[in-house]
């Protein structure tokens, strides 16, 4: 089927190239000129694994690119919309841009043409979309409106898109309907796994991918709420971890116990820096506002934006507690994407870490193995240095912290690590590493929701003082702290 996807973001260029996977005829169109040459030449602009290789198999053949949304659309039987739909000053998504592209479409529309909404919209955009399309020109009958919502984790993204755990689609009429189940038919058949030489699956290959049919509105409430869902999960299990550093708790067995729980499950219940990136931020302050206007005030959405923001204060406190005070030290950082796998830094939480460190006149020195270029036009260039690996970080740092999920960085050579820190400190945002283990390694090891490790012999630098431990001569938060663990 011949397809167009107006917007070559995250989820356009990973869709475009995944429906070219499948075996459709894909012409991808983005404003950005730079881009549109950078793609052509079979680069890939964002760090996903498998995209450069989908790219180099189809570009030419199942794949080509363009600026013109008009090409584009007199082309395709189908269109997908995937621009971006940023926050606005109230929180609510920014539809401006899914608005201009409607009115581009419907200059070229006709002949039965699906116009499919993919970016992650509030409820009742479709309807909007459609109202926008015969407003701008577009005859009725000329096209049919859908919503097919994205699921895509960046950094597994192809995967995810090629082997889903579910394909949503909102369709209000028989034509949409049918033509994204015929998009999808070498996915939701199987057709697609029994093919020599494709991706490979992340686990056992399915027989085949599993697809859901709604109304619009229902698919578009869907992901939604979703996407808050999730962001819940994450601000449920820090704050029980900050519960579980009082009293003693280990925060790692707390979610393991609560986990294997089935109607609870493993996913997302992981401590650390709280969510980022360019979906859960302002898609629960999206959804929030989508209450509003229902006249509901959802409340526990605040909530789950207030904890997620207060993660990170009681990150720095620990920070600010195992060193005193912060002006004038070097810091070593690993970390700049809001999550491992990615070079994205929208809405990182390590982005913001290191902002609040900068104002505390602390200097750092940070290493990413895919972000460092985005980071470097956010991130001032004062009092911000840039390593080549996480040992040139360390070296003559006061203290190491650790900010993103990468998995070289729960593989580090620790006794390495204790010889380059000018203190042994480390801060682990994100529960790369068990506190005994550090602990073994001669370093004072503080992480999320778990005791202190800290070395036998260096006992006397962390002293306890009835409920509370105490780092150097700085008090470590919150102030009634478990146990350290002390290891020989």
Known sequence: MRIAVIGSGYVGLVSAACFAEIGHDVIAVDNDAAKITMLEHGEVPIHEQYLPELLKRHLGRGIRFSMSNTEAIQDAEAVFITVGTPPSATGEADLSFVEAVSSEIASAVEGGKVI???????????????????????????????????????????????????????????????????????????????????????????????????????????????????????????????????????????????????????????????????????????????????????????????????????????????????????????GLAFKGDTDDIRESPAVEVIEALLQDGAKVCVYDPAATARAQAVLPANGVEYASDPYEAAAGSDALLILTEWKEFATLDLEQLRNLLKYPFVIDGRNLYEPHQMAEAGLIYFSIGRGVGVPKNMASLVSRRGDEIQAYTSLLDPPSVAQAATVA
């Open 116 to 334: 499919v909404e993919k970016s992650t919209v509030p409820v009742r955009t479709c309807e909007w979309l459609r109202k926008s399309l015969l407003l701008n020109g577009a005859r009725p009958g000329s096209f049919s409106v859908a919503s097919n919502p994205e699921f895509l984790r960046e950094g597994t993204a192809v995967t995810d898109f090629l082997y889903p755990d579910r394909i949503l689609v909102g369709a209000d009429d028989e034509i949409s309907a049918g033509t994204l189940q015929a998009i999808y038919d070498p996915l939701t058949s199987g057709k697609y796994y029994q093919q020599p030489g494709v991706v490979p699956a992340p686990g056992v290959p399915p027989a085949r991918a599993r697809i859901i049919m709604t109304n619009a509105k229902s698919a578009e409430l869907i992901k939604h709420a979703s996407n808050a869902f999730l962001a819940m999960k994450i601000s449920f299990v820090n704050a029980v971890a900050n519960i579980a550093e009082c009293v003693g708790a280990d925060i790692s067995q707390v979610c393991a116990g609560m986990g294997a729980d089935s109607r609870i499950g493993p996913g997302f219940l992981n401590a650390g820096l709280g969510y980022g990136g360019s979906c859960f931020p302002k898609d629960v302050q999206a959804f929030q506002a989508v209450a509003k206007h229902c006249g509901y005030e959802f409340g526990l959405l605040s909530e789950v934006m207030r904890i997620n923001a207060e993660q990170r204060q009681r990150f720095l406190r620990k920070v600010r507690s195992a060193l005193w005070t912060l002006r004038g030290k070097r810091l070593a950082v690993l």
